[in-house]
Protein backbone atom coordinates (compact mmCIF):
# COMPACT_ATOMS: atom_id res chain seq x y z
CA UNK A 1 0.00 0.00 0.00
CA UNK A 2 2.85 2.40 0.70
CA UNK A 3 4.10 1.86 -2.76
CA UNK A 4 0.78 2.89 -4.24
CA UNK A 5 0.86 5.95 -2.65
CA UNK A 6 3.83 6.72 -4.22
CA UNK A 7 2.56 5.91 -7.72
CA UNK A 8 -0.52 7.99 -7.54
CA UNK A 9 -0.51 11.80 -6.65
CA UNK A 10 -3.47 11.25 -4.53
CA UNK A 11 -6.27 8.14 -3.35
CA UNK A 12 -9.00 11.07 -4.56
CA UNK A 13 -7.78 11.22 -7.90
CA UNK A 14 -8.28 7.82 -8.14
CA UNK A 15 -11.78 8.12 -7.67
CA UNK A 16 -11.82 11.41 -10.24
CA UNK A 17 -10.76 8.98 -13.29
CA UNK A 18 -12.48 6.15 -12.58
CA UNK A 19 -15.69 8.84 -13.02
CA UNK A 20 -14.64 10.33 -16.14
CA UNK A 21 -13.63 7.06 -17.95
CA UNK A 22 -16.94 5.22 -16.62
CA UNK A 23 -18.82 8.62 -18.55
CA UNK A 24 -16.78 9.73 -20.70
CA UNK A 25 -16.88 13.44 -19.33
CA UNK A 26 -15.35 15.43 -17.48
CA UNK A 27 -18.93 17.44 -17.29
CA UNK A 28 -20.48 14.67 -16.01
CA UNK A 29 -17.99 13.26 -13.81
CA UNK A 30 -18.06 16.84 -11.80
CA UNK A 31 -21.89 16.42 -11.53
CA UNK A 32 -21.59 12.87 -9.93
CA UNK A 33 -19.08 14.17 -7.92
CA UNK A 34 -20.68 17.81 -6.71
CA UNK A 35 -17.44 19.71 -7.62
CA UNK A 36 -16.77 21.87 -11.07
CA UNK A 37 -14.95 20.41 -13.97
CA UNK A 38 -12.28 22.92 -13.81
CA UNK A 39 -11.36 21.08 -10.55
CA UNK A 40 -11.81 17.90 -12.53
CA UNK A 41 -9.72 18.87 -15.40
CA UNK A 42 -7.25 19.85 -12.66
CA UNK A 43 -7.00 16.55 -10.75
CA UNK A 44 -6.68 14.40 -13.57
CA UNK A 45 -3.67 16.62 -15.80
CA UNK A 46 -1.76 16.37 -11.94
CA UNK A 47 -2.27 12.49 -11.93
CA UNK A 48 -0.81 12.59 -16.05
CA UNK A 49 1.87 14.50 -14.63
CA UNK A 50 2.30 12.55 -11.75
CA UNK A 51 2.46 9.37 -13.96
CA UNK A 52 4.10 10.92 -16.64
CA UNK A 53 1.48 9.67 -19.18
CA UNK A 54 -1.81 10.70 -20.94
CA UNK A 55 -5.08 9.24 -19.65
CA UNK A 56 -7.54 11.25 -21.95
CA UNK A 57 -7.41 12.70 -25.49
CA UNK A 58 -9.42 15.71 -25.00
CA UNK A 59 -11.97 16.70 -27.09
CA UNK A 60 -15.24 16.86 -28.99
CA UNK A 61 -15.62 13.48 -28.31
CA UNK A 62 -15.39 13.94 -24.61
CA UNK A 63 -12.98 12.31 -22.89
CA UNK A 64 -11.33 9.56 -24.55
CA UNK A 65 -9.37 6.80 -22.88
CA UNK A 66 -5.79 6.47 -23.99
CA UNK A 67 -4.12 3.10 -24.35
CA UNK A 68 -2.69 3.81 -20.65
CA UNK A 69 -6.17 5.18 -19.62
CA UNK A 70 -7.74 2.45 -20.75
CA UNK A 71 -5.14 -0.48 -18.61
CA UNK A 72 -5.41 1.55 -15.32
CA UNK A 73 -8.75 2.05 -15.67
CA UNK A 74 -9.56 -1.65 -15.79
CA UNK A 75 -8.06 -1.87 -12.76
CA UNK A 76 -9.14 1.08 -10.98
CA UNK A 77 -13.14 -0.42 -11.63
CA UNK A 78 -11.81 -4.07 -10.54
CA UNK A 79 -10.68 -2.58 -7.28
CA UNK A 80 -13.82 -0.34 -6.67
CA UNK A 81 -16.18 -3.41 -6.99
CA UNK A 82 -13.98 -6.03 -4.40
CA UNK A 83 -14.22 -2.98 -2.15
CA UNK A 84 -17.73 -2.05 -2.97
CA UNK A 85 -18.45 -5.97 -2.19
CA UNK A 86 -16.52 -6.02 1.08
CA UNK A 87 -18.50 -3.01 2.20
CA UNK A 88 -21.66 -4.84 1.32
CA UNK A 89 -20.56 -8.01 2.92
CA UNK A 90 -19.86 -5.72 6.12
CA UNK A 91 -23.17 -4.09 5.79
CA UNK A 92 -24.79 -7.73 5.40
CA UNK A 93 -23.03 -9.22 8.38
CA UNK A 94 -24.26 -5.77 10.58
CA UNK A 95 -27.46 -6.53 9.64
CA UNK A 96 -27.31 -10.16 10.49
CA UNK A 97 -27.56 -11.70 7.33
CA UNK A 98 -24.82 -12.85 4.95
CA UNK A 99 -24.86 -12.02 1.07
CA UNK A 100 -24.25 -15.19 -1.47
CA UNK A 101 -23.67 -14.11 -4.70
CA UNK A 102 -24.43 -17.08 -7.46
CA UNK A 103 -23.09 -16.86 -10.89
CA UNK A 104 -25.37 -19.16 -12.65
CA UNK A 105 -27.31 -19.64 -15.63
CA UNK A 106 -30.90 -17.72 -15.75
CA UNK A 107 -32.70 -21.29 -16.56
CA UNK A 108 -30.97 -22.91 -13.60
CA UNK A 109 -32.53 -20.25 -11.25
CA UNK A 110 -35.62 -20.02 -12.99
CA UNK A 111 -36.62 -23.96 -13.17
CA UNK A 112 -34.24 -25.37 -10.54
CA UNK A 113 -33.84 -23.00 -7.60
CA UNK A 114 -37.11 -20.78 -7.46
CA UNK A 115 -39.23 -24.21 -7.08
CA UNK A 116 -37.32 -25.17 -4.29
CA UNK A 117 -36.59 -21.57 -2.81
CA UNK A 118 -38.17 -21.65 -0.09
CA UNK A 119 -36.91 -24.95 1.56
CA UNK A 120 -33.64 -23.21 0.68
CA UNK A 121 -34.30 -20.37 2.61
CA UNK A 122 -35.35 -22.13 5.81
CA UNK A 123 -31.98 -24.24 5.60
CA UNK A 124 -30.09 -20.56 5.28
CA UNK A 125 -32.37 -18.20 7.07
CA UNK A 126 -29.27 -15.75 7.64
CA UNK A 127 -28.08 -15.94 3.84
CA UNK A 128 -28.93 -12.83 1.10
CA UNK A 129 -28.71 -14.54 -1.99
CA UNK A 130 -27.74 -12.92 -4.73
CA UNK A 131 -27.58 -13.75 -8.61
CA UNK A 132 -24.75 -13.08 -11.69
CA UNK A 133 -27.28 -14.39 -14.64
CA UNK A 134 -26.33 -16.03 -17.71
CA UNK A 135 -29.12 -16.58 -20.37
CA UNK A 136 -26.82 -19.32 -22.74
CA UNK A 137 -24.16 -21.20 -22.06
CA UNK A 138 -22.68 -21.55 -19.16
CA UNK A 139 -19.23 -20.40 -20.10
CA UNK A 140 -17.07 -17.54 -18.51
CA UNK A 141 -14.66 -17.25 -15.59
CA UNK A 142 -16.20 -17.01 -11.89
CA UNK A 143 -15.43 -13.64 -10.94
CA UNK A 144 -16.77 -11.33 -8.28
CA UNK A 145 -19.13 -13.82 -7.23
CA UNK A 146 -18.99 -16.46 -4.16
CA UNK A 147 -20.03 -19.46 -6.24
CA UNK A 148 -20.25 -19.96 -10.03
CA UNK A 149 -22.03 -22.96 -11.86
CA UNK A 150 -19.90 -24.12 -14.76
CA UNK A 151 -19.13 -27.23 -17.17
CA UNK A 152 -15.07 -27.99 -16.80
CA UNK A 153 -13.53 -30.24 -19.42
CA UNK A 154 -11.85 -33.67 -17.99
CA UNK A 155 -8.26 -31.92 -17.97
CA UNK A 156 -9.31 -28.69 -16.02
CA UNK A 157 -8.53 -30.24 -12.46
CA UNK A 158 -11.57 -29.27 -10.88
CA UNK A 159 -11.79 -29.89 -7.22
CA UNK A 160 -13.48 -33.22 -6.17
CA UNK A 161 -15.81 -30.98 -4.03
CA UNK A 162 -17.11 -28.97 -6.64
CA UNK A 163 -18.34 -31.77 -8.78
CA UNK A 164 -21.70 -32.34 -9.17
CA UNK A 165 -22.41 -34.51 -11.68
CA UNK A 166 -21.73 -35.61 -15.87
CA UNK A 167 -23.56 -33.06 -18.13
CA UNK A 168 -26.55 -35.35 -19.59
CA UNK A 169 -29.15 -34.13 -22.07
CA UNK A 170 -32.13 -35.75 -22.78
CA UNK A 171 -34.85 -34.83 -25.24
CA UNK A 172 -37.77 -33.24 -23.28
CA UNK A 173 -41.50 -32.23 -23.94
CA UNK A 174 -44.67 -31.90 -21.95
CA UNK A 175 -47.29 -34.28 -21.34
CA UNK A 176 -50.08 -32.56 -23.55
CA UNK A 177 -47.44 -32.76 -26.62
CA UNK A 178 -46.34 -36.42 -26.29
CA UNK A 179 -50.32 -36.79 -25.87
CA UNK A 180 -51.26 -34.76 -28.18
CA UNK A 181 -49.23 -36.50 -31.25
CA UNK A 182 -52.32 -38.93 -31.68
CA UNK A 183 -54.14 -35.94 -33.58
CA UNK A 184 -51.34 -34.07 -35.08
CA UNK A 185 -49.97 -37.22 -36.61
CA UNK A 186 -49.94 -35.16 -39.36
CA UNK A 187 -47.63 -32.77 -38.21
CA UNK A 188 -43.78 -32.39 -37.98
CA UNK A 189 -42.23 -32.01 -34.46
CA UNK A 190 -41.09 -28.50 -33.29
CA UNK A 191 -37.90 -28.47 -32.03
CA UNK A 192 -37.01 -25.86 -29.24
CA UNK A 193 -33.32 -24.72 -29.74
CA UNK A 194 -30.76 -22.37 -27.74
CA UNK A 195 -29.37 -20.07 -30.10
CA UNK A 196 -25.41 -20.67 -29.37
CA UNK A 197 -25.99 -24.54 -28.74
CA UNK A 198 -25.24 -27.15 -31.53
CA UNK A 199 -28.36 -27.70 -34.18
CA UNK A 200 -27.96 -31.08 -35.15
CA UNK A 201 -29.31 -32.98 -31.59
CA UNK A 202 -32.67 -33.30 -32.91
CA UNK A 203 -31.16 -35.50 -36.00
CA UNK A 204 -29.15 -38.02 -33.79
CA UNK A 205 -32.65 -38.80 -31.81
CA UNK A 206 -35.38 -39.50 -34.48
CA UNK A 207 -38.18 -41.17 -34.23
CA UNK A 208 -39.24 -39.52 -30.97
CA UNK A 209 -42.05 -40.35 -28.70
CA UNK A 210 -44.32 -38.24 -30.26
CA UNK A 211 -45.46 -40.33 -33.38
CA UNK A 212 -45.26 -37.14 -35.12
CA UNK A 213 -43.95 -37.49 -38.69
CA UNK A 214 -44.77 -34.05 -40.77
CA UNK A 215 -41.88 -31.70 -41.42
CA UNK A 216 -39.90 -30.32 -38.58
CA UNK A 217 -40.55 -26.91 -37.59
CA UNK A 218 -37.85 -25.03 -35.39
CA UNK A 219 -38.16 -22.39 -32.31
CA UNK A 220 -35.16 -21.06 -31.44
CA UNK A 221 -34.08 -18.50 -28.32
CA UNK A 222 -30.97 -16.98 -26.78
CA UNK A 223 -31.79 -17.67 -23.24
CA UNK A 224 -31.83 -21.03 -22.27
CA UNK A 225 -34.85 -20.49 -19.59
CA UNK A 226 -37.19 -19.19 -22.56
CA UNK A 227 -36.41 -23.02 -24.54
CA UNK A 228 -37.51 -24.83 -21.34
CA UNK A 229 -40.55 -22.75 -20.68
CA UNK A 230 -41.61 -22.99 -24.54
CA UNK A 231 -41.30 -26.78 -23.56
CA UNK A 232 -43.21 -26.69 -20.91
CA UNK A 233 -45.99 -24.50 -22.58
CA UNK A 234 -46.58 -27.38 -24.86
CA UNK A 235 -44.76 -26.20 -27.87
CA UNK A 236 -42.46 -29.12 -28.97
CA UNK A 237 -39.18 -31.07 -27.83
CA UNK A 238 -36.29 -29.17 -26.10
CA UNK A 239 -32.92 -30.23 -25.43
CA UNK A 240 -32.94 -30.67 -21.60
CA UNK A 241 -29.89 -30.40 -19.79
CA UNK A 242 -30.25 -32.65 -16.52
CA UNK A 243 -29.08 -30.03 -14.00
CA UNK A 244 -31.85 -27.70 -15.26
CA UNK A 245 -35.07 -30.07 -15.92
CA UNK A 246 -34.65 -32.56 -13.38
CA UNK A 247 -37.07 -30.90 -11.18
CA UNK A 248 -39.87 -30.76 -14.19
CA UNK A 249 -39.16 -34.44 -14.54
CA UNK A 250 -39.77 -35.08 -11.31
CA UNK A 251 -43.39 -33.38 -11.24
CA UNK A 252 -44.45 -34.54 -14.33
CA UNK A 253 -44.24 -30.95 -16.12
CA UNK A 254 -41.85 -32.81 -18.51
CA UNK A 255 -41.52 -35.80 -19.89
CA UNK A 256 -39.03 -37.67 -22.25
CA UNK A 257 -39.69 -37.76 -25.52
CA UNK A 258 -36.71 -40.11 -25.95
CA UNK A 259 -35.50 -42.58 -23.88
CA UNK A 260 -31.69 -42.44 -25.18
CA UNK A 261 -29.66 -39.80 -23.20
CA UNK A 262 -26.21 -38.23 -24.51
CA UNK A 263 -23.52 -37.85 -22.36
CA UNK A 264 -21.09 -34.92 -23.11
CA UNK A 265 -17.33 -34.76 -22.39
CA UNK A 266 -18.13 -32.00 -19.53
CA UNK A 267 -18.82 -32.11 -16.01
CA UNK A 268 -21.07 -29.93 -14.25
CA UNK A 269 -19.10 -27.98 -11.25
CA UNK A 270 -19.73 -25.53 -8.03
CA UNK A 271 -16.70 -23.65 -8.34
CA UNK A 272 -15.41 -20.57 -6.22
CA UNK A 273 -12.86 -17.60 -7.56
CA UNK A 274 -9.46 -18.83 -7.86
CA UNK A 275 -8.88 -15.21 -5.45
CA UNK A 276 -11.42 -15.91 -3.29
CA UNK A 277 -10.78 -18.19 0.12
CA UNK A 278 -14.72 -19.28 -0.12
CA UNK A 279 -16.52 -18.70 3.25
CA UNK A 280 -17.96 -21.84 5.23
CA UNK A 281 -21.55 -20.71 4.22
CA UNK A 282 -20.80 -20.70 0.59
CA UNK A 283 -19.70 -24.63 1.17
CA UNK A 284 -22.77 -25.51 3.21
CA UNK A 285 -24.84 -24.00 0.22
CA UNK A 286 -22.79 -26.27 -2.26
CA UNK A 287 -22.71 -28.97 -0.81
CA UNK A 288 -26.66 -28.54 -0.36
CA UNK A 289 -27.17 -27.01 -4.50
CA UNK A 290 -24.88 -30.91 -5.00
CA UNK A 291 -26.91 -32.91 -2.61
CA UNK A 292 -30.36 -31.80 -3.71
CA UNK A 293 -29.49 -31.91 -7.56
CA UNK A 294 -28.07 -35.65 -7.29
CA UNK A 295 -30.93 -36.53 -4.93
CA UNK A 296 -33.15 -35.56 -8.19
CA UNK A 297 -31.13 -38.02 -10.04
CA UNK A 298 -31.88 -41.05 -8.42
CA UNK A 299 -35.33 -39.99 -7.97
CA UNK A 300 -35.55 -39.66 -12.05
CA UNK A 301 -33.59 -43.21 -12.25
CA UNK A 302 -36.02 -44.32 -10.38
CA UNK A 303 -39.02 -43.25 -12.66
CA UNK A 304 -37.46 -43.98 -16.12
CA UNK A 305 -34.72 -46.59 -15.28
CA UNK A 306 -34.88 -47.87 -18.76
CA UNK A 307 -32.52 -44.32 -19.53
CA UNK A 308 -29.85 -45.82 -17.17
CA UNK A 309 -29.87 -41.70 -15.79
CA UNK A 310 -27.73 -42.92 -12.52
CA UNK A 311 -24.81 -44.66 -14.30
CA UNK A 312 -24.64 -41.99 -17.21
CA UNK A 313 -24.04 -38.95 -14.30
CA UNK A 314 -21.13 -40.98 -12.34
Known sequence: MSELRRMVSSSNALFVFEAAARSGSFTR???????????VS?????????????LFERGGKGAVLTREGEVLHRRVADGFRSIEIGLREIEQLRDGKEAVTLSVSS???????MPRMDRFQRHFPAVDLRFQMIAGSLRGPVENVDLGMRFAEADEGVSAEAVII???MLPVCSPGYRRDAATASDDGNTIIQLTDSSSD????????ATGRGGPVKTLNFSDYAVVVQAALLGQGIAFGWTTVVSHALIVGA?????????VGSRTCVLVTPRNRQARPVVREIREWII??????????????????LLRASY
Not at 29 to 39: F, H, I, K, R, S
Not at 42 to 54: F, N, T
Not at 107 to 113: I, V
Open 29 to 39: AADELNVTQPA
Open 42 to 54: RMLSRLEGHLGVK
Open 107 to 113: AFTTHWL
Open 166 to 168: REV
Open 201 to 208: WAEQYPPF
Open 254 to 262: LVPASQRLT
Open 291 to 308: AELRAEIEAIDALYPDMD
